[in-house]
């Protein structure tokens, strides 16, 4: 392996495309001046579609997590129910940010590696009939399941008066999201998944519905009011000190997402997820998550007769490939591909052959270029 080659292949951070990286390598400029304000005219458009919303998205310097508190605390008062969906690790972070604020949550708890069922939220709901607001985890990063949002979304506004409160941080960008439409009432994501930038800017867009609770909300709250962003983003600017760079790059970034098109790559990352699961399956190595409720950004391999520790170590050591590992009580158990963002069925194919290297290294036997064969049929299956 070259000192210098790094295959980054895990949910997050993931590659910056060369052109995003020389955008944020351009001279810095005043952030009260002319340049940020065209520049924010441009960006807060073309969020828009990626959320599949009307409704201003956004921008704050900060990580995913300080998204997830954001639509917390302008949301939700202390005292107040809500009721938290926890498929895996960052479900639970809802969890404890509520209680952080005193907030009472009660837990719909799923099995990691299954989906939520709307007929259960619709059981809960019915079981909870105070709760403000409902939260959501659309991708779950820790065990690569992707939760029908749409239907959920659907169960909470028939069976309540809550706000549905989304968690899109792994694959806005990468998967199909109709906030407008499906009726998701906040919806937050991070740049360092599907965006193709850096960890540093979090993205959060609100509907009317949910406008009208954050405006009457008493609860006190200065980095992370949403309504300082709002106002500040109608002039074109910021409440606070934006980073500079960062939303440079957001620009190339979202100019490359207008090239590719919405459609073509919400295709491309089915496409990716599909070679990468076939792959496995002619490996004869266990999946974590069903085909139905599989994320097309993060694939989790659950192996049953090998290290998964010992495969991340080996194809770190000889190609420079960087998987994911499990978390929490998974941890150990499953090792993970982020296949998002900058990524592409190019990639996979080179991910699957080095995974299959590893194998063989470690002691597992399997025919070298099974895996790729069986992602290369998916591949053309899916072009046509």
């Not at 202390?78 to 509520?98: D, H, M, N, S, Y």
């Not at 809960?124 to 991708?139: E, R």
């Not at 192996?303 to 929490?328: M, W, Y």
């Amino acid at each position: 392996m070259q000192p210098d080659q790094h295959l980054l292949r895990i949910p997050g951070p993931t590659p910056i495309p060369p052109s995003v990286e020389r955008a944020m390598a351009q001279p810095m400029f005043g952030h009260r001046g002319q340049e940020m304000k065209e520049l924010l005219k441009i960006v807060k458009e073309k969020l828009k579609p990626i959320f599949g919303t009307k409704e201003d998205v956004l921008i704050y310097t900060a990580s995913g997590t300080a998204a997830l508190e954001t639509a917390v605390v302008n949301t939700v008062q202390p005292e107040e129910e809500v009721l938290v969906i926890v498929t895996g690790a960052f479900g639970e972070r809802f969890t404890k940010i509520c209680d952080e604020y005193h907030i009472e949550a009660h837990k719909y708890l799923v099995p990691w590696g299954e989906a939520a069922d709307p007929k259960q939220l619709a059981s809960l709901l019915q079981q909870h009939p105070n709760v403000k607001a409902v939260f959501a985890t659309f991708c779950e990063t820790s065990t690569a399941v992707l939760n029908p949002i749409k239907q959920l979304a659907e169960v909470v506004h028939n069976e309540s008066e809550a706000l549905f409160i989304v968690d899109g941080v792994s694959c806005i960008g990468g998967t199909e999201t109709k906030m407008d439409e499906w009726g998701l009432d906040v919806v937050v994501t991070g740049s360092q998944k599907a965006m193709m930038l850096p960890a540093g800017l979090a993205f959060i867009a609100a509907s009317k519905r949910a406008w009208d609770v954050i405006e009457k909300n008493p609860h006190a709250r200065f980095y992370l009011d949403m309504r300082r962003y709002r106002l500040k983003l109608q002039e074109d600017s910021t409440p606070f000190t934006p980073a500079v760079s960062l939303l440079q790059g957001l620009k190339q970034a979202l100019t490359l997402v207008e090239e590719e098109g919405l459609e073509n790559i919400f295709h491309r990352h089915e496409m990716m997820k599909n070679m990468t699961r076939e792959a496995f399956k002619a490996l004869s190595i266990p999946l974590l998550t069903s085909d139905k409720n599989a994320s097309p950004t993060v694939t989790a391999v659950k192996p049953g007769d090998f290290a998964s520790e010992d495969l991340r170590k080996i194809v770190k050591n000889d190609f420079g490939l960087t998987l994911a590992g499990g978390q929490q009580h998974l941890k150990g158990q499953i090792f993970r591909i982020g296949h998002m963002g900058y990524c592409s069925p190019a990639d996979v194919l080179q991910v699957i052959s080095i995974i299959e290297i590893g194998l063989q290294q470690i002691g597992k036997h399997v025919e070298l270029g099974t895996g790729v064969q069986a992602a290369q049929a998916a591949y053309l299956k899916m072009k046509g």
